[in-house]
Nanobody, 126 residues
Framework: QVQLVESGGGSVQAGGSLRLTCAASTYTYSSVCMGWFRQAPGKGREGVAF????????VYADSVKGRFTISRDNAKKTVYLQMNTLKPEDSAMYYC???????????????????WGQGTQVTVSS
């Protein structure tokens, strides 16, 4: 089992920045993909960015490329999502997710991930 705890959501005006943090409990998997999904009201859960913890491999959704950056601290089993130039359409509940295998494309269905955090709200006003 892997427990994920998110923090860092909040409200910001368009053009602003936020940083999300996801801390994982101790796990023994040698290869873990950790990352972020988001879900806006009335919409499905969509992949945002993933990080392969045993290699420097990142995956981004086209909608956030150039604005969001995912990074990790392996010693702390923590993944960060730096979100810059935020837009109102970025408003959603953001969920940290993990799976003990390779990172898939960002378009992968959410049920391909095994572990989930409780979510943190991001609201961007125009």
């Amino acid at each position: 089992q892997v427990q994920l705890v998110e923090s860092g959501g909040g409200s910001v005006q368009a053009g602003g920045s936020l940083r999300l943090t996801c801390a994982a409990s101790t796990y023994t998997y040698s290869s873990v993909c950790m990352g972020w999904f988001r879900q806006a009201p009335g919409k499905g859960r969509e992949g945002v960015a993933f990080f392969q913890t045993d290699f420097d491999i990142t995956v981004y959704a086209d909608s956030v490329k150039g604005r969001f950056t995912i990074s990790r601290d392996n010693a702390k089993k923590t993944v960060y999502l730096q979100m810059n130039t935020l837009k109102p359409e970025d408003s959603a509940m953001y969920y940290c997710a993990a799976r003990p295998r390779w990172c898939p494309p960002a378009t992968i269905p959410a049920d391909s991930f095994d572990y989930w955090g409780q979510g943190t709200q991001v609201t961007v006003s125009s």
